[in-house]
């Protein structure tokens, strides 16, 4: 059984659409979190939940909005998506939010054309 | 401010031999030190870690060292093989933001 999924996997979508990924997890765990991975390969947090609380939302644009309808899921809607925005996102979690070994999803890779 | 610098950016080692990687963290109150492998096209994935009372964890080829005082803490893997080419990413937890902050990331590459 995966332990954090995700979905979709792969998503390719126009300049100014709205588009949303999903993920999942069964661990049971309490934080989930929201990771960009840039080109570089870069990792930078973008946004954090503990028990459907949003705990951290670090400087990402406002059409970037998460929701966390329980503590085992957490979503991310992207409204007007800009080339910029093309990257894999990566959806984690952790047992608690304090400084537990993440586990990640298999990522989203976004693509904008 | 809130910063891990990791270094080198790309490695590359004979197979069998050592590769180490470092980390220098920003914020004295980190206490949590992390490093993840993540393989090309996969999600990146914890191989060990570390908390601030430890100065080093060893876990059969692959070991972790931290100098608190210095603020830095490195990877270590020995008798390297092919499987063990990768990016690797080190993290430190930044205390009060309950999040972790990730290096810049190096890639290893294990020479037959």
């Known amino acids: 059984d995966t332990a954090v999924s995700q979905t979709p996997k792969y998503l390719v979508t126009q300049m100014g659409n709205d588009k949303s990924i999903k993920c999942e997890q069964n661990l049971g765990h309490d934080t989930m979190y929201w990771y960009k991975q840039d080109s570089k390969k870069f990792l930078k947090i973008m946004f954090s939940?503990?028990?459907?609380?949003?705990?951290i939302n670090e400087t990402v644009p406002n059409r970037f909005s998460p929701k966390s309808p329980d503590k085992a899921h957490l979503n991310l809607h992207i409204n007007s998506l800009e080339l910029g925005d093309s990257a894999v996102y990566f959806c984690?979690?952790?047992?608690?939010?304090?400084?537990?070994?993440?586990?990640f999803g298999s990522g989203t890779r976004l693509t904008v054309v | 401010g809130e910063n891990v610098e990791q270094h080198p950016s790309t490695l590359s080692v004979q197979e069998g031999d050592s590769a180490v990687i470092k980390c220098t963290y920003s914020?004295?109150?980190?206490?949590?030190f992390p490093w993840y492998k993540q393989e090309l096209g996969k999600r990146p994935q914890l191989i060990i870690d570390i908390r601030s009372n430890v100065g080093e964890k060893k876990d059969q080829r692959i070991a972790v060292t931290l100098n608190k005082t210095a603020k830095h803490f490195s990877l270590h893997i020995t008798e390297t093989q092919p499987e063990d080419s990768a990016v690797y990413f080190c993290a430190a937890s930044m205390q009060g933001a309950q999040k972790l902050v990730f290096g810049q990331g190096t890639r290893l590459t294990i020479n037959p």
């Open positions: 984690a979690s952790s047992e608690t939010a304090f400084f537990n070994g993440y586990t």
């Open positions: 914020d004295s109150a980190s206490n949590y």
């Open positions: 939940y503990n028990n459907k609380e949003l705990i």
